[in-house]
């Protein structure tokens, strides 16, 4: 059975809070950069721009990580990721770095992002990381400093973001491994 | 960038070798070309390396003088992490006579992951690639095929004129000896590009036109349709079997003169593989004019290797 988990105003209005949360917690936007990681974590980060922007009436620069080549499974996955591009234009030098991505797991995609920024993309002041979903499970120690949603799940049930953007409609479901219900 | 985010729907590489690019898909080249777009960013960082093949160790076995094309896998396997290791030819046990899989077999006993040879020998990385269980790269193999040559000459002109399909591409020169030439064909063609291939009909292999290539002897004829003209060197190692008067006559029938590139489209692309022999197949005024691409091949060489390296060390063994 799918479950829906959030629909298209709620996913929003968790956008909209978090994107108040960055705000508050960094008081504006000096300094901040938003690092979205490949590929929903891209479309996430635009949106929290956005909601930024629209809040503090500022832009905030962004850039898009793709995380593969620092996988610490490359060598045996079973089958060899797709390589999409990386582009920081700015130094991140001091920066505030808001690193984005849609679910937080097992924390591995963030370990690697980790590395990717502060081996070499130069030495943020600060790294902080928004995720749309934390689903538990962490194999890792890091937390998310920004939540859309906590949602309780077993390993057996799979997480699925989908963006208009990208998916056609704004919503987050859950279902079963085995049946993958699209 | 979570798993269970959707699959997405593309083409795996499941190859530990690149021998030609004649067996590849259309896909595969598709997916190498498209990696070595997000690798090309990687070149451009202040850190200009990525761990992707760390822990992995590749070989450059080359028996036949090279410095480009040695070099520049030899930085697209730094750049990702790779140990490497050079074997020239001279200065190896081969000249003292051992056989090239017994030269295979002792740099595979010390665990390398890919070799990348040339050979002066047409088909000699398919031979090592079935008598080694390490990955093989073909980075030239007498006059059979060059791919990564020819992947990058791709990669160029779909960077420089956004798409393959329908493009009209000349190769001039010596099409006979060219492994470039067969590599470019094969890879055009998979991709919808339409080939001439220009040249002294001594320098033309007969039946050419099988492989689907246009053929043409009067490059002054077929230069104004032109996107792309890819100029092949003139192995001046490999002529002695007299193909044609002179070197001068070649200049003037074949060369690419300020003068002739009057007829050429205004926004065609000028490419060569290297190293040029300037006066002869290429003016030097067009070879450093504001549409060859010359540099950007070596560039994109870089970029190309990466993507191939890493897709095929990737590859179980």
Redesign the interface.
């Known amino acids: 059975m799918d479950k829906l988990i959030l629909d298209a105003p709620s996913l929003e209005r968790s956008v909209t809070r978090m994107a108040h949360e960055i705000l508050e917690k960094n008081k504006g936007t000096e300094g901040l950069v938003l690092v979205g990681i490949q590929t929903r974590g891209v479309t996430l980060a635009a949106r929290l721009g956005a909601s930024i922007e629209s809040i503090a009436g500022a832009r905030v620069p962004s850039g898009v990580l793709d995380i593969n080549l620092y996988r610490d499974d490359l060598t045996h996955a079973a089958e060899q990721p797709v390589i999409h591009k990386t582009e920081i234009a700015c130094d991140l030098e001091n920066r505030i770095v808001v690193l984005v991505d849609d679910v937080l797991y097992t924390g591995r995609t963030i370990r690697c992002a980790l590395d990717a920024l502060l081996v070499d993309f130069g030495r943020p002041r600060r790294i902080e990381l928004a995720v749309l979903v934390d689903r538990g499970h962490r194999e890792l120690p890091i937390r998310a400093d920004f939540v859309g949603k906590n949602i309780p799940t077993s390993e057996d049930e799979l997480v699925h973001v989908h963006f208009k953007e990208t998916d056609g409609k704004d919503e987050v479901v859950v279902t079963p491994k085995h049946s993958r219900g699209r | 960038?979570?798993v269970?985010?959707?699959v997405?729907n593309?083409t795996?590489?499941t190859r530990k070798d690149l021998l030609s690019i004649e067996e590849l898909s259309r896909e595969e080249i598709e997916l190498v070309l498209?990696?070595a777009?997000?690798?090309k960013?990687?070149s451009a960082?202040?850190?200009k390396?990525?761990?992707?093949l760390r822990?992995k160790t590749i070989a450059n076995l080359f028996f036949e003088p090279s410095t480009r094309t040695r070099t520049s896998f030899e930085v697209a396997a730094k750049r990702?992490s790779a140990d490497t290791i050079n074997f020239s030819s001279s200065g190896s046990s081969t000249s003292k006579g051992e056989s090239l899989s017994d030269t295979a077999k002792n740099i595979e006993a010390m665990h390398v992951d890919t070799i990348v040879m040339r050979h002066s020998s047409s088909g000699a990385a398919v031979h090592l690639a079935r008598s080694i269980k390490a990955g093989v790269i073909n980075a030239g193999d007498g006059i059979h095929e060059h791919p990564t040559q020819g992947l990058l000459d791709i990669f160029t002109m779909k960077e420089r004129k956004h798409k393959i399909e329908g493009l009209k591409v000349c190769l001039i020169g010596d099409i006979l000896h060219s492994r470039v030439a067969r590599s470019n064909i094969w890879g055009l063609k998979k991709l919808g590009a339409k080939v001439t291939v220009c040249g002294p009909p001594t320098l033309i292999p007969p039946g050419i036109e099988r492989l689907g290539v246009e053929v043409s002897y009067d490059l002054d004829k077929v230069i104004e349709h032109q996107d792309v003209l890819n100029i092949l060197r003139i192995q001046l190692e490999r002529q002695r079997g007299a193909f044609f008067p002179s070197i001068r006559e070649y200049a003037a029938e074949y060369g690419l003169s300020k003068e002739r590139m009057k007829r050429a489209k205004k926004d065609v692309i000028i490419m060569h593989p290297g190293p040029i022999n300037r006066g002869v197949e290429l003016a030097a005024e067009v070879a450093d004019g504001p549409q060859s691409v010359i540099l950007d091949q070596v560039t994109n060489g870089v970029a190309v290797r990466m993507?191939v390296l890493?897709?095929t060390t990737?590859?179980?063994r």
Do not use: D, I, Q
Not at chain 2, 49 to 52: G, I, L, N, T
């Open positions: 960038m979570a269970e985010n959707g997405e593309v795996r590489w498209k990696t777009e997000s690798f960013e990687v960082r202040e850190v390396k990525v761990p992707a822990g990702l993507a890493f897709h990737m590859v179980e």
